[in-house]
């Protein structure tokens, strides 16, 4: 027999071979991809540095070239003989349409003449004849100088014109302003298109040129924070899904760029680049994918010759899984047979809160005599004094006396129906309840034991009425039962006193407080058949039914000791809302 259960030591030296095996291509495999990874990363960077470094040469050189030919164009346009004569004889006919004629051949954005006073005589832009610009710059700073005047100028679009301006001169005197806008706006969208950001910042390092426009205005380090990352675990999460990248330059939107810049021969400009590394990521995952798919497929051999030995091994599953069938079936008899002890077990837990109910009936019925007793005595002395009074014909005093046994009488009747409706089961239907009702009555069931006793009863109750959805003496039975246990947990006190408190918010709620020793064993409170009480007193079903009777309402019911002693019961219960009241009374 121990032939049979010892394992193979062939098998087992095969199996940590097999395993071994694994283990070394996997190591082999990471080693790889590590060292492949980290060499082309390096290549592939420095490859994308190159051309990054070209590019903006490129740019840089385009930059100064359109600057410088169009420095020369207000130099060439102030010594116009026709712009010149028609300053001279305030004749403007023909200088928009000159102007025009020039714009094409010389590329610039616009062209503008401004006589002496600053006001629009000629433009290649018709909508700007007329405008006054004689407190503008690159005015006023063009009549005081002789040469040829560059200004940056903001707009209010939040971007920058970049204007040449030349005063024009017949002889000695000034006739006006030439003024040449270069159009450097296009060179953002065509690298907007090429490059990930270009910026051109002036010598104060403001930036007056920049594929992204929020950035216009803004210094480096202020358009930088501007996209950083949301947070530094952010960060950290996307540096740790970007294994492949180089510790980075800076942070673009939220994504590491490699930094270039270089120096432009214009009024101490600079131009800086910020490239990704998504063609850097794209070249190395690209290798890599190829590398971690061969390993994968020797992985998928390895893993297959595997499960060819533990298919020998199935056979035996088979015989297992027979027997789990059978125990299988075995246990879903079991079920429904707990299933069938359940329900009888259901039946069984109704006829206990009945019972428990007669039970609490019969233990009130004592008390609720000796309310009768104290009725049935008034009533006998209203009667003796009639009888007096009628002999002696005072009529009036005799029927006073005849109206309080009346009232008596309906006392007695309230009293008796409250003993009557508590004895019957409550209706399956719900009805809307009025909670301030239902604990008036309670408390009036309870008033001869609480007068027996003399305990101490504080109430507190809102101004507008709290309503639920339930039957009424179900709710009476839960009530009358807290406010039993309440009274029987005060006796051991000198001054007993019960806190009776309903408030309404999300859930009616009735708060029931006593100054009693408190709870012992709050686990098995609502246990059934769970009591402090001495035998005899009880049987220990009143909270287990109080708690079921809750939970069918749609509520709950718990307890707990209070911070200055005693016990604390709280019902709490759906408030009945105006249209749910609407509903249920339709």
Known sequence: MSADTDPDPPALTNSWRVRAAVVTLIVIAVAVVSVTNRLLTDRFTESTRNRAELRLAL????????????????????RDAELINALNS?????????????????????????????????????????????????????????????????????????????????????????????????????????????????????????????????????????????????????????????????????????????????????????????????????????????FAILLALTFYALSRRSALRMALFQQESAELRSLNAALQREIAERKRVQETLAVAEQTLEQSSKLAALGEMSAAVSHELNQPLAAMKTYL??????????????????????????????????????????????????????????SLSMMEPQLRQRQVEIMRVLPEAPVRVMGDRLRIEQVMVNLLRNAIDATKSERQPKVEVMLSAGETATLTVRDNGPGIEDLDSLFEPFYTTKQPGDGVGLGLAISSGIVNDLGGRLTARNGQAGGAVFEMQLPVLTGDEATQAAE
């Not at 169009?70 to 130099?75: G, K, L, S, T």
């Not at 009293?415 to 009702?437: C, H, N, W």
């Open 59 to 78: 740019y840089s050189g385009n930059l100064l070239s359109e600057l410088r030919q169009n420095a020369i164009v207000p130099q060439l346009l102030a």
């Open 90 to 294: 305030a004749d403007y006919t023909a200088s928009t349409r000159r102007l025009i004629s020039f714009v094409d051949e010389i590329g610039a954005a616009s062209l503008m003449l401004l006589d002496i006073d600053g006001r629009t005589v000629a433009a290649t832009d018709r909508n700007r004849l007329g405008s006054s610009f004689r407190s503008e710059a690159y005015f006023v700073d063009a009549i005081r100088s002789s040469a040829t005047l560059f200004t940056v100028a903001p707009t209010e679009t939040g971007g920058f014109d970049f204007i040449y301006s030349r005063r024009v001169l017949s002889g000695s005197d000034v006739l006006g302003v030439i003024v040449v806008e270069v159009e450097l706006q296009k060179f953002e969208r065509a690298w907007a298109g090429i490059s990930d950001a270009v910026i051109v910042t002036d010598s104060t390092g403001a930036i007056i040129l920049s594929t992204e426009p929020r950035w216009r205005g803004r210094t480096e380090e202020e358009a930088l924070a501007r996209q950083t990352p949301q947070n530094a675990i952010q960060r950290a999460i996307q540096a740790t899904a970007d294994w492949t990248a180089l510790p980075p330059d800076a942070y673009l939107q939220g994504e590491a760029v490699m930094r270039l810049d270089t120096r432009i021969p214009f009024r101490g400009w600079k131009m800086a680049s910020f490239t990704t590394y998504a063609s850097v990521r794209e070249k190395v995952n690209g290798v890599l994918a190829l590398e971690i798919m061969g």
């Open 384 to 441: 003796a004094g009639a009888r007096l009074l009628l002999r002696r014909n005072r009529q009036e005093e005799a029927l006073s006396s005849f109206g309080r046994i009346d009232d008596l009488i309906e006392r007695m009747g309230g009293i008796t129906r409250q003993l009557k409706s508590y004895a019957r089961k409550g209706q399956e239907a719900f009805s809307p309840v009025d909670m301030g009702e239902a604990l008036a009555s």
